[in-house]
């Protein structure tokens, strides 16, 4: 045994260096250890700050932080918050600095610098796309600002699963998120799952976004994970895979054998996308500023005309019908049930019909498998009112569920499919047929219901 009483040796060695190393580093005086900081970048401090208290507080020093702040921003700071930093400039002494509390040039510091972020973002977010009424250059926003999604799943005893996205598609008005992988938890001992968007608190010091660096997460989402088999609809499936819809706009593909986790799907639409993703906290999701009505006592059939449409049918990047429609209205004597019917596509009227291109499908896709789910897909509708700002938009998956109907149209025969979307505002009603002599399916007829209260709401009126 002499063999093994010399590695066991070596390795009560190494742990006594390893130690004695820490040791070394814990017992150094605290004017040494700010020295080595002060020749750190802010990045590093901050990461440097999550070791323990101690070096929390080390970490978050006025003087050092003031030369990074400093350094970054020389000139005087013109229209910020703060009256003292209006005034403030690099000559500041060591004493006047030490005054103010302990992290508040560090606080300053990211303050300032996700204010000037903010401001870049903004401009990207000016121009808007004249057939959505949305930001033109969402997605360059999106990829300038290094914004990326995880999901949080949380078991019953309290730990947490972080899954960093692994796939993102950028469509007419959404954004498909992928999450898959072979390291999933066990679905019988999760409770949660949070969506959350995560950026980096530094961006310029973060070019490329690395889940080990200092971020910010903003909630999105919280879903409910108990009983989710019996809770959550099946909306689709095919010889691997069934296809969970947990409402709002997220998908769950489980193996059919063994019932657990395939993979996630998120759907986001462009509308405040950027907000929702970066303006909230890790526990508290961003509150929309509520809108104030613009009120008109002489048009008596305020705000039942004027909306427009965009529609968008797609999955896995494949595009199946994205339209607009104009000049969309509700009859007063249309009003009915809670609800404003308004006819965008009808039964009669050929030239409106819309086909649906391609292959109609849910494309999934894992480390492994792919594959195919018939008749499921992705709808992002976009709802304007008369002054062209964004009314009612939604991102969610739906399905075509096969109808009990005929088809009653001469040039129109074959198989009748309805899809049907309900959510606070609104509902929508599709019905499609399938032409089997051309194998593709026709959007025959498509009606919006919008929420009477809704309307109500934003434009003050009383229907």
Not at 123 to 152: C, M
Request: aromatic share 12%; glycine share 6%; charged share 20%.
């Amino acid at each position: 045994m002499p063999g093994t009483q010399n590695v066991h040796i070596q390795r009560q060695c190494h742990k006594s260096a390893a130690s004695t190393s820490c040791l070394c580093i814990e017992s150094m005086p605290s004017e040494i250890l700010l020295k080595i900081l002060s020749y750190l970048d802010a990045v590093t401090l901050l990461c440097i700050g999550c070791v323990n208290r101690r070096f929390y507080n080390l970490a978050s020093d006025n003087v050092i932080w003031f030369k990074i702040y400093s350094g970054s921003f020389p000139c005087k700071i013109i229209n910020w918050n703060t009256e003292s930093i209006e005034t403030t400039t690099v000559s500041l002494s060591h004493a006047t600095v030490q005054e103010k509390k302990l992290g508040y040039w560090k606080k300053e510091y990211i303050m300032k610098h996700k204010a000037t972020t903010k401001t870049g973002i903004i401009q990207l977010l000016r121009p808007i796309n004249l057939y959505t009424g949305l930001p033109l250059k969402t997605k360059e926003a999106i990829k300038a600002s290094n914004l990326s999604w995880v999901i949080i799943l949380k078991d019953r005893n309290g730990k947490e699963h972080v899954v960093e996205q692994v796939d993102i598609i950028f469509n007419d008005t959404s954004v498909t998120v992928y999450w898959y992988g072979t390291s999933w938890p066990c679905l019988d001992t999760l409770s949660t799952l949070e969506l959350c968007g995560m950026t980096p608190l530094l961006l310029d010091r973060c070019k490329v976004p690395t889940k080990n660096g200092p971020r910010w997460c903003s909630l999105i989402a919280e879903y409910d994970l108990t009983n989710l088999t019996k809770a959550s609809p099946v909306i689709g499936s095919d010889n691997l895979v069934q296809l969970l819809h947990l409402d709002p706009g997220l998908l769950m593909g489980l193996w059919k054998e063994g019932n657990e986790i395939a993979f996630v799907v998120a759907s986001l639409h462009y509308h405040q996308i950027i907000e929702k993703s970066t303006l909230g906290s890790s526990t508290t999701l961003y509150v929309l500023p509520a809108h104030k009505p613009i009120l008109d006592d002489v048009d008596p059939e305020y705000g039942l005309h004027g909306f427009q449409l965009h529609i968008d049918m797609h999955s896995g990047g494949r595009t199946y019908v994205c339209s607009t429609f104009r000049n969309l209205f509700c009859r007063k004597d249309y009003i009915q049930n809670g609800y404003l019917k308004i006819m965008v596509i009808g039964l009669k009227d050929n030239a409106q019909h819309l086909p649906l291109i391609g292959k109609v499908g849910f494309f999934w896709k894992t480390s492994v498998f792919e594959g195919n789910i018939k008749n499921c897909y992705v709808m992002d509708i976009t709802v304007l009112d008369e002054t062209e700002k964004p009314f009612w938009c939604f991102s969610a998956p739906v399905y075509m569920r096969p109808s009990s109907k005929t088809s009653g149209l001469y040039d129109y025969m074959g198989c009748i499919y309805d899809i049907k979307y309900v959510d606070s505002d609104g509902k929508v009603h599709i019905e499609l047929v399938w032409m089997d002599n051309t194998k593709e399916y026709y959007i025959v007829n498509l009606i919006l219901y919008i929420s009477t209260k809704k309307v109500n709401s934003w434009y003050g009126t009383n229907y």
